[in-house]
């Protein structure tokens, strides 16, 4: 069986990685989410194991020092992981998998997954940045500050990454996800191996 694609999206908070994902996911079955461990509290509607693994801090720290995630991360004063095993299932299953972590994950990512394909979300504009965290209503304005200054350290990583999108209009930046995910299901070397029995009548 061919091994599924394991794709990073990466973005600042409120660029809006987080609904790009969910609508792609909406209308494609063959590719997954890998749902990441946190210790930060869960915001107004969010659901354990549906957002994140909401854990607390001795019960993620168990798990680092077991070396059960493949990533992990300290940022805006949480902890968040991915699970090493619900990556790797639905990988070897022949799912897609994303991960949706941030640059200091992604580093650690590439680092044990070459072939992972990684795409950054960028926002139009620090101050569009700042009302879509603004919208949310959910945090105070020092708060916001600060994840806006994050999110200038943030981005100042996105050379890092293979694709690059700006959401600036929420369909075009859809359409360039679905676009590097498409694009990658049909490269040769997978493509030759997933059809071989067709290839071989037609050669």
């Known amino acids: 069986m061919t091994s599924g694609n394991l794709f990073i999206i990466s973005a600042p908070s409120g660029a809006g990685k987080t609904s790009l994902i969910k609508a792609l996911l909406a ?14 509290k869960p915001r107004p509607g969010e659901a354990s194991g549906v957002d994140y693994h909401f854990v607390d801090e001795p019960t993620f ?11 992990s991360a300290h940022v805006h ?12 299932a639905p990988l070897k299953a022949g799912q897609d998998v994303i991960l949706e972590i941030d640059w200091q994950g992604a580093q650690q990512v590439r680092h044990l997954y070459p072939d992972a394909i990684s795409i950054f979300v ?6 569009t940045l700042e009302q879509r965290l ?16 994050a999110a200038r350290e943030e981005m100042s ?7 690059v ?6 369909e075009e930046a859809l359409q360039d996800i679905r676009a590097v995910i498409r694009s990658r299901r049909l ?8 059809y071989a029995a067709l290839i071989e009548t037609l050669t």
């Open 27 to 40: 209308e494609d079955r063959n590719v997954t989410l890998s749902i990441s461990h946190t210790t930060r």
């Open 122 to 127: 960028l926002p139009p504009s620090i101050e």
């Open 77 to 88: 004063g949480a902890r968040y992981g991915t699970s090493q095993c619900a990556v790797d």
């Open 165 to 170: 999108t700006i959401n600036h209009y929420f």
């Open 157 to 163: 990583h996105v050379g890092e990454f293979d694709y």
């Open 134 to 149: 603004n919208s949310r209503g959910q945090d105070s304005q020092e708060t916001i500050s600060r994840r806006v200054a």
């Open 61 to 71: 720290m168990l798990m680092l020092g077991e070396a059960q995630f493949l990533e």
């Open 187 to 194: 490269i040769a070397a997978k493509q030759l191996q997933r």
